[in-house]
């Protein structure tokens, strides 16, 4: 990779202990280049999700996940380190799988990061919300409604007020976990070309299960499988020309029927595994 | 049977049951708001007439002095109650202690729950006895405040429990600390958190037993907080054997009072929650 690395991870291992344990991620280290999108893909279970939360470690408001390795974020680890934590995951913020406000006004949702990070006068408050509102093309929509409830959006606007919530906190990196998957195509195609135009300025990371959201958004792709990365590369290679076997049967097998990802009701399933090896 | 007639029997239980409950409950409410509406219309000044020196013989002046008692030791007793329980609640969830740490709590509280409240009431006395000190207002609210406790813990556990697990998520996904995030739970699961401190403070206002043995049947009106004090439902209690009619009658007054008080709680209740709920996440995670 020609860019700046921003975060990359060293021999990254992830274990969920319990009744099953579970090794989610078997040494993984993985760069990811500045003001690049980069798509992490894989079959369902395969640590997609874990991977990511364990960039800014939200995995650990689980209590049964166990980590050993590292995370550099520009250089200074992420594990062992002085740093609070709130401080690292405000520079890395997480845009949720799920579309979810928090339990206040459209308003307070943008205005939270900003709240509990700095010290604001409402003017500037009033500022920064409507600058990141307008970012993520929401602000036309809510402008007159700033006071109700975040809960009483669409779907697909709670997701794009999501995005905004995450920037309003200024991160440099943005973590986005299947952020159109809970999204109707049309939403989709809105969420999508917010984070576009959102490359330009932050490092994005995109879990997604969609090959085409991939190919039209990512420069560069991870895949996964099992818990191990099989194939990093920049997203045109990756796509036409796939190095690793199980990638290019992955790419194919999914290319074929995956047109647009608006559905992903079960994503424990076993339903969308890869082709057997 | 057919499977027909099984859901129709079936059907029919549902419905008895549901219609009996009503009924009796209709009953029990219906006859306290209507005679003691009875009395107390007639002359509702009763109820903010402090008590004359021979209240209970002569039936001379009001209850003043029970409405007071209940409010100067049910709404402090809440207040505290609410806040230890709240906190004990924030503190079982997942973020602060262990499964195996709040199952224990969690087993101590139902413990505490299903404990009579006159037990409460002698384990104050006790405590009134060993220190020297004389039933009053302030170890009223201190029983009260110990039988509420429970109860709204419980409710703002599984309140909090509910609350879907992407709202911690989200919150910690922008760098809140553990504290900024308990109270963002707190905000959304605030509707069920309010059901509880209603339920609290009505069973607290209800209850004569524990009041009886830590603030004592007082029959004048409170006088600070190291005075023996009185509540509704002892003062009832107390009406009712009175050998005078018209203090009897009074009961009813008293009654109605109470069971105005709680209906009016409760429905305040519904409309605040109703209003906080707007703002809780669709569904659940
Ligand atoms: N809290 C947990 N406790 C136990 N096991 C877990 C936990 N979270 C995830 N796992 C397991 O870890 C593995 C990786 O999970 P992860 O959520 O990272 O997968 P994913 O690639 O994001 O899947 P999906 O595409 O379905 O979202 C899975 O086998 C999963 O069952
Ligand atoms: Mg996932």
């Known amino acids: 990779m020609t860019h700046d690395t921003v975060i990359r991870t060293d021999d990254l291992e992830v274990t969920y202990t319990g009744k099953r344990e579970v090794t989610a991620l078997n040494g993984v280290s993985v760069d990811f280049s500045e003001n690049k999108l980069t798509a992490i893909i894989g079959p369902s279970g395969c640590g997609k999700s874990t991977l990511l939360k364990s960039l800014n470690r939200l995995h650990e408001i689980q209590p049964n996940a166990e980590i050993t390795g590292e995370v550099y974020l520009e250089d200074d680890p992420v594990y062992e380190t002085d740093e609070p934590l709130p401080e690292i995951r405000r520079r890395v913020g997480y845009v949720p799988q799920k579309p979810t406000p928090l339990p206040v006004s459209i308003y307070n949702n943008v205005a939270y990061g900003p709240k509990i990070h700095g010290d604001y006068s409402r003017e500037e408050l009033d500022d920064i919300v409507e600058t990141q509102l307008r970012k993520v093309n929401l602000w036309s929509e809510v402008e007159d409604r700033l006071d109700s409830p975040g809960a009483e959006l669409s779907t697909g606007q709670i997701q794009r007020l999501c995005l905004a919530r995450s920037l309003a906190a200024e991160p440099d990196v943005l973590l986005c976990d299947e952020v159109t998957s809970a999204l109707d195509p049309i939403s989709a195609e809105q969420v999508e070309e917010t984070l576009a135009d959102l490359k330009e300025e932050y490092t994005i990371v995109m879990v997604t299960h969609s090959m085409e959201q991939a190919k039209r958004l990512a420069d560069d792709v991870i895949f996964l499988y099992l818990g191990d990365v099989i194939e990093t590369n920049d997203a045109r290679t990756f796509f036409e020309n796939p190095q690793n076997e199980r990638t290019q049967e992955f790419v194919e097998g999914h290319a074929a029927v995956e047109y647009d990802d608006g559905d992903d009701t079960a994503p424990d399933s076993t339903a969308d595994a890869p082709p057997a090896e | ?285």
């Not at chain 2, 054997?241 to 008293?254: D, G, I, K, L, P």
């Open chain 2, 1 to 285: 049977m057919d499977r027909y007639a099984e859901q129709r029997l079936f059907g029919f239980l549902a419905r008895a049951s549901a219609a009996l409950i009503v009924a009796v409950l209709l009953l029990v409410v219906g006859v306290t708001i209507f005679r003691g509406g009875r009395v107390f219309l007639t002359d509702p000044a009763v109820a903010i007439t402090p008590p004359g020196s021979r209240y209970m013989l002569d039936g001379g002046g009001g209850f003043l002095h029970a409405v007071l008692g209940s409010l100067f030791i049910v709404v402090p007793a809440t207040v505290v109650a609410t806040t230890l329980s709240l906190s004990t609640a924030v503190f079982l969830q997942s973020d602060y202690s262990s499964e195996r740490t709040s199952d224990v709590i969690n087993m101590f509280l139902n413990v505490l729950w299903g404990t009579p409240p006159i037990v409460y009431g002698v384990f104050v006395l006790t405590v009134i006895i060993a220190v020297g000190a004389q039933t009053s207002l302030i170890f009223g609210i201190v029983a009260i405040a110990i039988f509420q406790y429970p109860i709204m813990t419980r409710y703002a556990d599984e309140a909090l429990q509910s609350a879907p697990d992407a709202v911690k998520e989200a919150s910690y996904g922008l760098g809140a600390t553990r504290f900024e995030t308990a109270r963002v739970t707190i905000r959304a699961a605030l509707p069920g958190i309010i059901a509880g401190v209603i339920m609290g403070f009505a069973r607290g206002i209800g209850d004569a037993a524990t009041v009886l043995f830590t603030a004592g049947r007082s029959t004048q009106m409170p006088g600070g907080p190291f005075e023996p004090a009185t509540t509704l439902p002892i003062l009832i209690f107390e009406q009712a054997a009175s050998f005078n009619a018209e203090v009897r009658s009074h009961a009813y007054a008293a009654s109605f009072v109470l069971i105005v008080a709680v209906l009016a709680l409760i429905i305040a209740s519904k409309l605040l929650a109703g209003r906080y709920a707007r703002f809780a996440p669709g569904g659940r995670q």
